[in-house]
């Protein structure tokens, strides 16, 4: 059995809470929570729970084994640190840190320390993204052309972070995840309309062999809309994270060129065979994810979404955040 502390019960937390309850080999044994009005939900949810405004007394206490830190992203590196430096294994919401040298600093700590990170990529347990993760493995969709993602709503704005850092991480997990190469150099462009922070952005990141992503981040978009293409040179598919049944689309579609003299008299064919939507995994990715943190725990093992994995999306917005600043350029990663 993991005992957890849980610190955060905003939005997320709730979900964190919930699932570290329902699961066999945990419980969450306190919840730290600074508002008032959020420690009132947590006590009135989990009668029996422990709930404090002080995360100190979570991350000190004996019996807890892992700390989850579901707090805004200002505050992941304070509160992980403190906790890897009480012997705590930690379960962090992305973005893992503010910047690289933080997420250095406590991949080396808890490295020294023999404990585990644990970045909370969520959509890295989705049934889609290991169904494309299968396609792309097994050659279905060929070499890689494009990933082109569409991920925008109204709000909720942010006061600590641009859209790029609230919402592109989970593009940018995903992306690290399907993609064996590594980005060469990211463009993020955007705007700030409201409360100083970007609300709009594209983003777009080079990598070898010429495939290329874009990811579209906005909170001022009138409808939500989680729309994912991703190109291959065999097929290639469309993923709606908002379709009940059906979110994988595949389509045998693609452009065939019959010789190099082809390419140049304009020679292709246009090939447009079947559609099919595959079976994908059911199930809530947060728990799944869950599951196997606490299996890591138990086994000694390494997460494959690790402070490492946390790094690299981290490494990623900086670069993004340093083109915005500069209107578009060219960042090498
Ligand atoms: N994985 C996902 O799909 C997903 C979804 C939403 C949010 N998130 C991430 O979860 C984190 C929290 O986001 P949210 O939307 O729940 O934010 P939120 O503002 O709704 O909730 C954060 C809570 O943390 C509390 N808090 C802040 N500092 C604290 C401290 N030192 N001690 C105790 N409580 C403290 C705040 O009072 C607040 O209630 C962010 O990193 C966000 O990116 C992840």
Partial sequence: MVNFGVIGYGYWGPNVVRNLTNLEGSQVLAIAEKSVTARKRA???????????????????????????????WTHYELAKAALEHGKHVFVEKPFTSNTEQAEELIDLAGRKNLKIMVDHTFLFTGAVKKI????????????????????????????????????????????????????AIVATGQTHLNGYEDVAFLTLYFPDKIIAHINVNWLSPVKIRTTLIGGEKKMLVWNDLEADEKIKIYDKGVNIANRQGLYDLLVSYRSGDMWAPQIEQGEALRLELAYFIECISNDERPFNDGIAGLRVVKMLQAANESLSRRGALVYL
């Fill in 133 to 184: 993760q299968q396609l792309l493995q097994e050659g279905t969709l060929g070499k890689l052309y494009y990933y082109d993602s569409t991920r925008v709503n109204l709000g909720l704005f942010q006061h600590d972070v641009n859209v790029i850092w609230d919402l592109a991480p989970h593009d940018l997990s995903i992306m690290d995840y399907l993609i064996k190469e590594s980005p060469e």
């Fill in 43 to 73: 006590q009135k949810t989990y009668p029996g729970m422990k709930v404090t405004p002080d995360a100190s007394e979570v991350i000190s206490s004996a019996e807890v084994d892992a700390v989850a830190v579901v707090t805004p992203v």
